[in-house]
Every structure is written in C-alpha cells, then in structure tokens.
T-cell receptor
C-alpha cells in the first residue's frame, strides 16, 4: 500500500531552524519531492531527492534515506513568509495516482 | 511566459448542475493532472493524462469526467453525480509522464450552493 506521514502542524520563531519530517511506505519508489503551499495558492516546487543524503538550496535543505523511508525538510533563518503548508510527495511507480502521491501537508506557522 | 492557466478562479454552482473547469498549459508538457484539495487535506488525484487522447482515473474519479483532445488542454467536468463537489481544484502538468516535478495552475475554488 501507500502511506505518507507528516506532522499536521508546527510552530517556530522567526530566525530559528525547523525540521519537517516525512515518513513513507511505497512500492516502486523513485525519488521524493517537497512543495510549499501558501494558503489559498497553488503548491510550488522546493526540492527533489532521488539519492540518499542532503540536498542544500539556500535556506532550505532536504534529506532522504531510502532504506528508512524517511525524508525531512530543513528550513533555516526562518522568515514570516515561510508560514505555509509543506507537502511531501514520493514518486511511486506502479501506483494508482499517476506515480505521484502526496502527504496531507504540514502547516508551519512562523511567529515573530 | 510559459505556465498553466486555470479558469474560472471562483465558481458558484447550484446543486444538480454540471460545471467545467478549464486548464490550459503552454509548457509543452505531455502529462497533465487534476487534484482536489479539501481543508486540512493533502492533494487527491482525480484524473491524469500522460498523453493526448488518453487519460486514467485517480483515486477519486467518481462524479468527474475529463477529456484530452489537445496537448495543451485538459478540462475537468464536475457532474451532478459528485456528492460533495465544494473544494479547491488544482490542475498541474509535468514534463515526465511517469512522474516528475509538477507545475500547478492557480486553482479553481468551486462552491455548491
């Protein structure tokens, strides 16, 4: 089956670091995407990991461990504009969803 | 500029009426998708199309229909058979038909009165 687990909500302070975890169980895994979605808007691409390890892109980094079915998104130097939902999306070949499945998202609130 | 255009952005419909949401892309992508998003929920796939004149049902296709007569267009019809159609609908496309980065439209918010 397919199962993705992310925390529902998180709160952090401006300037701090926050880590959003995602665990998944899929068959035919072939990489994992993270998207950012501001309220009422469309998701936008943040990162893609296909190999184990850490991918860094400015203030955002994403980590993947395929053997553990685990990924995290790390946000540094938090800004108020980072308040959004973060969606974990493994690529699942052979699944029923066009090979892309989504977690329910983690709503991050950044406080002053 | 290339992108995906959805229309209308907001739509109100009476119960029992069909409504069609438009999705057009000029990115030359083969694959297109329709997702539904409810408050506090992730994206759930309604239909997807990996190539012109072909499409597959997603997990929640009941009460919806699509067509893919042109590469750039993938309209979604919400029929009266859809029991709870009020939602935020997102259209997306990707270069890779087998799963790749999704480019999303701005969404259409449908409210059934």
């Amino acid at each position: 089956g397919q199962n993705i687990d992310q925390p529902t909500e998180m709160t952090a302070t401006e300037g701090a670091i926050v880590q959003i975890n995602c665990t998944y169980q899929t068959s035919g895994f072939n990489g994992l995407f993270w998207y950012q979605q501001h309220a009422g808007e469309a998701p936008t691409f943040l990162s893609y990991n296909v190999l184990d390890g850490l991918e860094e892109k400015g203030r955002f980094s994403s980590f993947l461990s395929r053997s553990k079915g685990y990924s995290y998104l790390l946000l540094k130097e938090l800004q108020m504009k980072d308040s959004a939902s973060y969606l974990c999306s493994p690529v699942n070949y052979g699944g029923s969803q066009g090979n892309l499945i989504f977690g329910k998202g983690t709503k991050l609130s950044v406080k002053p | 500029d290339g992108g995906i255009t959805q229309s209308p952005k907001y739509l109100f419909r009476k119960e029992g009426q069909n409504v069609t949401l438009s999705c057009e892309q000029n990115l030359n992508h083969d694959a297109m998708y329709w997702y539904r998003q409810d408050p506090g929920q992730g994206l759930r796939l309604i239909y997807y199309s990996q190539i012109v004149n072909d499409f597959q049902k997603g997990d929640i296709a009941e009460g919806y229909s699509v067509s893919r007569e042109k590469k750039e267009s993938f309209p979604l019809t919400v029929t009266s058979a859809q029991k709870n159609p009020t939602a935020f609908y997102l259209c997306a496309s990707s270069i890779e038909p087998t799963g790749g980065e999704l480019f999303f439209g701005e969404g259409s918010r449908l409210t059934v009165l």
